[in-house]
């Protein structure tokens, strides 16, 4: 078989290859379409896993720069931790160490239906549990 006839069949296949990945169900594109599209989110999944790993970076840089006696008490004030029921980021387990941690004077509220983003994600459920903190404490 020529050299070109194999290249031929290999982009072939690529192309069907680039085609099946395509997520969009029921989706239709015709020729290069597909391949921008994957190629559009292959450089987005790169720019999203650089920003992450540089936030771990400085994240690591400042949590060895920083003992932790000097912010894990909190003082003596009671805290409010509002948690995201569906936080990828920050699990919910780790607020819920965290309030064992502190004891009685934390409050831990865990909104559902919220992420990381749980602000923009649902902003009255946020503003309605630091009300009501507030009007307890």
């Known amino acids: 078989m020529g050299c070109g006839i194999r290249r031929a069949q290999q ?12 997520t969009h169900p029921g989706a239709r594109l015709r020729g ?5 599209i994957l190629r559009s989110r292959k450089r987005s999944e ?8 540089g936030r ?16 894990a008490g909190g003082g003596t004030a009671p805290l409010l931790i509002v948690q ?3 936080d990828f980021i ?5 607020s ?15 909104i559902d239906r919220a992420g990381h983003a749980l602000i ?10 630091t009300v009501a903190f507030l009007r307890k404490h």
């Open 11 to 22: 982009g072939r296949r690529r192309r069907a290859d680039l085609r099946d990945r395509c």
């Open 32 to 36: 290069g379409r597909h391949a921008r």
């Open 46 to 53: 790169r720019l999203v896993h650089r920003l992450v790993r």
């Open 56 to 71: 771990g970076v400085l994240e690591s840089a400042a949590s060895r720069a920083t003992p932790a006696e000097t912010y």
């Open 84 to 86: 995201g029921g569906q």
């Open 90 to 94: 920050a699990p919910p387990e780790k």
């Open 96 to 110: 819920e160490t965290l309030a064992r941690e502190l004891g009685d004077r934390a409050t831990r509220v865990v």
């Open 120 to 129: 923009p994600e649902q902003p009255a459920a946020v503003a309605t549990a």
